[in-house]
C-alpha cells in the first residue's frame, strides 16, 4: 500500500503521449482533453524500407519516397511482439526525437502510454521496459498489460456503433464499456479479446495466425505462377490487395461465375451489376505513382500478352493485371484457413472458441458488442460475412451484433488517449522513472501484471 500512495502522490508530465505500436504502422499522438483521431492521431510506417537506389527510409520518411518498386522493408514487430528494438529505436528517434519531427517531444518532460499485443512474453517485456526507461529517459510509462491494445477499444462509445439507436456516453464517458468482444485483425494475426468492465479475459483470448501480411505474401504467390514475377513487389501487392479484394459473401457461387466467365468467350459475368474481373494498371513511378483499378477489357489484356505492354490513347505505355478470382480468394483465407493447409479454425470459429472460455451468461453480452478494428476490417464485406457465420454458429437466444470501428486503423489509439485524458486514473496506473530505478525491472513486470 505504501508504494501505491506514492504513486498516487507523485506528480506526473502534463504531456502524455499515446502509442499503439503496430506492426505495419505506427498510431501516435499526445492525449487532449478531448482526443480526435484525424487531428490528433499521426499515422508513420513502422519500418526501415530500402529503395532500389540503395537509399534507406525510416519510419515517417517512407511516405515521401517517390518508387515503391523492388522495395525490401525490415520490420521491428514480427509475429505482434516487438523483437528488434535496434531498428525500432531508429523509427522512434526519426518519430518523435529529430528536430523536424512532427510529434517531437522531450522524454523527460512526457509520459508515454504504450500498447502491447496479448499474451507478450515476459523476455520482451522487460526489454520494453529497459528501453523505454534507460534508452529513451521517458519520465513515466504504462505498458498496456491489463489494458492490453485490443482493451482499450473499451473506453470508445461503442454503444453508439452497434446499437440501432444512436446512444452518447456523457456521463461515464471515463469509463470503459462493461461488456466487448474485440477483434483485432491487424498486419501479424488476428485477434479475439473478450474485454470486462475494461480488463481482458485472459482464458479467453484467442489468436488466428493470419492478418493483412499474410495476405498479402498469399497474393504475391499465385499472381506469380499466373501472370508475372511480384514476389520482390510487396508494396505494390499490398496496395492491390487493399483496393480490389473483397470478402465475398457466397464464395462457392463467384467460383463458379468466374469459371462460366472464363469458359464463355465474350461472356459478361457480375456480382450484383459489377464485374468480378477488373484491370489493375501498374504504376511506372514516373508518370503514375498509384496502381490504378479499371473495368475488365479482354482485348487489352489479350495484347499485353503478346507485347507485354499497351498503350494507351495517350501514347504511354501501361503494364495491365487482370484481377480475376483473386479478388475473393486470398480474403476467404481469414475464413477457411485449412484452404492451404493451416490447422486452426476460421475466425467464425474462433470466435466462438473464445466464448468457451466464458461463463455463458456473458455470451449474450459479448456477441450483441463485437467490435472489429484493423486494417484488415476495411476489406469490403468483411462485417456482413462475420455476422452471417457468427449468426449460424450463435445459440438462437443470443443476439449478434457486428461493428467496424470508424476508423479502425486509430480506433485503439483513440481508446488509449480516451484512457490518458482521464488525468486521476493515469496518476493511478503510470508508473514513474524514478521508481523504477528505485524497485527495478522485475518489480515492474509485477506492477503491470497488477501483482502489486
Not at 5 to 22: H, W, Y
Not at 200 to 209: C, H, N, S
Request: aromatic share 8%; hydrophobic share 35%.
Amino acid at each position: 500500500m505504501p508504494r501505491q500512495s506514492k504513486t498516487i502522490e507523485q506528480a506526473l508530465p502534463e504531456r502524455t503521449l499515446v502509442l499503439d505500436n503496430g506492426a505495419y504502422t505506427i498510431k501516435a499522438g499526445f492525449a487532449t482533453s478531448s482526443p480526435n483521431a484525424e487531428t490528433d492521431c499521426h499515422v508513420v510506417s513502422n519500418c526501415i524500407a530500402k529503395s532500389r537506389d540503395n537509399r534507406v527510409w525510416t519510419g515517417v520518411q517512407v511516405e515521401n519516397c517517390l518508387d515503391y518498386g523492388d522495395m525490401t522493408f525490415r520490420r521491428p514487430v514480427q509475429k505482434g511482439y516487438l523483437v528488434n528494438w535496434e531498428a525500432e529505436r531508429e523509427i522512434w528517434d526519426s518519430t518523435f526525437l529529430d528536430k523536424s519531427a512532427g510529434l517531437k517531444c522531450d522524454p523527460h518532460e512526457t509520459s508515454l502510454l504504450l500498447t502491447e499485443a496479448p499474451n507478450c512474453p515476459a523476455a520482451l517485456q522487460t526489454n520494453c521496459d529497459q528501453m523505454v526507461f534507460e534508452e529513451f529517459e521517458f519520465a513515466a510509462y504504462r505498458r498496456c498489460v491489463d489494458e492490453i491494445g485490443p482493451s482499450l477499444n473499451a473506453f470508445n462509445n461503442i454503444a453508439s456503433l452497434v446499437e440501432e439507436s444512436s446512444q452518447r456516453r456523457t456521463v461515464l464517458d471515463a469509463l470503459p464499456v462493461e461488456c466487448i468482444l474485440v477483434i483485432d485483425s491487424g498486419y501479424s494475426h488476428t485477434t479475439v479479446t473478450p474485454v470486462y468492465k475494461g480488463r481482458p479475459i485472459q482464458q479467453a483470448i484467442r489468436r488466428l495466425d493470419m492478418g493483412g501480411k499474410f495476405l498479402t505474401n498469399y497474393m504475391k504467390e499465385i499472381l506469380s505462377v499466373r501472370q508475372m514475377d511480384v514476389r520482390d513487389e510487396t508494396y505494390l501487392v499490398n496496395q492491390m490487395k487493399e483496393d480490389a479484394c473483397y470478402v465475398s459473401r457466397d464464395f462457392r457461387n463467384d467460383l463458379e461465375v468466374i469459371g462460366k466467365g472464363l469458359l464463355g468467350a465474350g461472356r459478361k459475368h457480375s456480382r450484383g451489376r459489377d464485374n468480378i474481373t477488373v484491370d489493375f494498371v501498374l504504376p511506372d513511378y514516373t508518370t503514375r505513382m498509384r496502381g490504378e483499378l479499371r473495368p475488365h477489357d479482354p482485348s487489352t489484356m489479350a495484347m499485353r500478352t503478346k507485347l507485354g505492354a499497351v498503350t494507351n490513347a495517350e501514347g504511354i505505355k501501361e503494364y495491365v493485371m487482370a484481377l480475376g478470382n483473386e479478388r475473393f480468394t486470398v480474403p476467404e483465407l481469414l475464413f477457411s484457413p485449412g484452404d492451404i493447409g493451416m490447422k486452426q479454425s476460421g475466425l467464425p470459429e474462433t470466435v466462438m472458441q473464445s466464448m468457451s472460455g466464458l461463463p455463458q451468461g456473458l455470451w449474450p453480452s459479448m456477441l450483441s458488442n463485437i467490435l472489429v478494428v484493423g486494417g484488415t476490417a476495411n476489406l469490403q464485406g468483411f462485417i456482413e460475412r462475420l455476422t452471417s457465420q457468427l449468426r449460424e454458429l450463435a445459440p438462437a437466444e443470443c443476439p449478434v451484433r457486428v461493428a467496424k470501428a470508424p476508423d479502425p486503423i486509430k480506433s485503439t489509439w483513440l481508446g488509449g488517449a480516451k484512457l490518458a485524458s482521464n488525468k486521476e486514473a493515469l496518476k493511478h496506473i503510470m508508473v514513474t522513472r524514478q521508481e523504477y530505478h528505485e524497485h527495478g525491472s522485475a518489480w515492474l513486470l509485477k506492477r503491470f501484471a497488477g501483482s502489486s
